[in-house]
DNA sequence: GCAAAAGTGTTCTCTCTACACCCATGG
DNA sequence: CCATGGGTGTAGAGAGAACACTTTTGC
């Protein structure tokens, strides 16, 4: 057995939630934005002073959903405008004791993100330069972003990283950081349109050279697929 | 709280995990392939004599993977040709104690269920023919098949429900199974042709009509592609 | 020979891609 | 006027759907 300062029964698996967040950051230098997400400094003993994710113990009466929310709030402070189940990790050997993390990840706007960036021992990182983390934290972060980039090519999730109105180039931008990768503005432009998420407002982005249509997502259309778990499991209490 | 007559800790939240089995029967009637699972009968309180997935609790010294194999093989005496995580359940109120479901999919071949057949409480049911089942267990098969029928049409897990060799009609009927949709012989050919992922033997497949070509997998190709948790968590112990 | 499944060829449409080109604005 | 990003046009490559057609077997 393990020698442990606090905490329950150690001959009990506990359940723990965890949450990946994304958002986007302007670099200054380019000015391109990166995909960053925000990482707590651990102050007890199992890897004390390594960065990880946010989260905490899921309580007897709340289901996954809800402790995602709840601790992913307390921890960082920040509203998410996506959040799903991504993966439930057990390995035995994870943690000193045996915990079973149930993970999430979530979208947060820039705007929230800086809204919230304040919070004591919570600093953001740019995923493509992430610090050592602790426990198994490494491995999901990697797993989590590989879900964002499938994801971002199937549905509209890209929406969560947006504002209200953005323009078609900032909407690249979002697919880009993503990608790691440039796309042709002219043949992305085709595509967003065609696939009938978008609505034209008539309002246009001002400020250096043409102005260019700001754009909405089309609220009847949704997020993202869920198949079968849209609105049962996941939002009950 | 909730009276129980057996059990730990009733304030403590405990880990099942289950698994949805999928495999394949050939209907007398039409000839033609459906997709089936087996089903465990419950012989204690919460649900007694309902339906239900097979499953377990976790042990504190086994990974999830290695409690998904040992409780399918314990309550089923199946072997699995593919096992993957579908998603944690852990709704409030989905048990009457505190119960997170960590649940699993997986897929037999149909000599493989034929042979483990004759299990205690266990009976095989179409899953377009389901019988009411315990707990939220519905709710999780409509999920898994979802899942079932997406990740056919990007990975090549149609392999998992047959045997070793097949021809390319066999291979079609487990497609039309899964979409429950009439696929063109000629277009499906030259599909499943140009993956690569088929390795044409000198076999043939003789009855009526004229002999049809015995295929096999490719096994350099991947099952499926699950990102960065191909074996790292996922094999670990 | 005939029915039926195995297997091939052809055409049409649709999407993606590359890239040329015009438009509108700040400086 | 000119540089730059906004926005449109267009031609080619490739995938998928529909379907005509040939081949090979059992009966």
């Not at 001959?11 to 990166?34: E, K, W």
């Not at 004791?97 to 993100?113: G, Q």
């Not at 002219?186 to 043409?210: D, K």
């Amino acid at each position: 057995m393990v020698t442990r300062t606090a905490g329950p029964d150690v001959d009990t698996t506990r359940v723990a939630v965890s949450t990946v967040i994304f958002s986007l950051r302007r670099d200054p230098a380019d000015d391109r934005p990166a995909v960053v997400m925000p990482l707590v400094r651990r102050t007890r003993d199992p890897y004390e002073g390594l960065w990880a994710l946010p989260g905490g113990w899921l309580d007897l009466s709340e289901s996954l959903d809800t402790a995602a929310s709840r601790t992913l709030g307390e921890t960082t402070g920040l509203a998410p405008s996506f959040l799903e189940q991504l993966y439930a990790f057990g390995a035995v050997d994870r943690s000193p004791s045996r915990v079973v993390s149930i993970v999430y990840w979530a979208l947060v706007r820039p705007d929230e993100a800086e809204r919230a960036a304040a919070e004591e021992n919570v600093a953001w990182f740019d995923t493509a330069d992430l610090p050592c983390l602790a426990f198994d934290h490494r491995e999901i972060v990697d797993y989590a972003l590989w879900r964002l980039r499938s994801k971002v090519g199937y549905s509209r999730i890209a929406h969560g990283l947006l504002a209200d109105e953005f323009t078609l180039a900032e909407l690249r931008e979002v697919y880009e950081a993503i990608y790691s990768r440039r796309l042709d503005p002219a043949n992305f432009r085709r595509q967003v349109e065609n696939s009938g998420t978008l609505i034209p407002t008539e309002r246009f982005r001002t400020g250096s050279h043409r102005p260019a249509r700001l754009y909405r997502y089309n609220r009847e259309v949704e997020l993202a697929d869920r198949g079968p778990l849209t609105h049962s499991e996941s939002s009950r209490s």
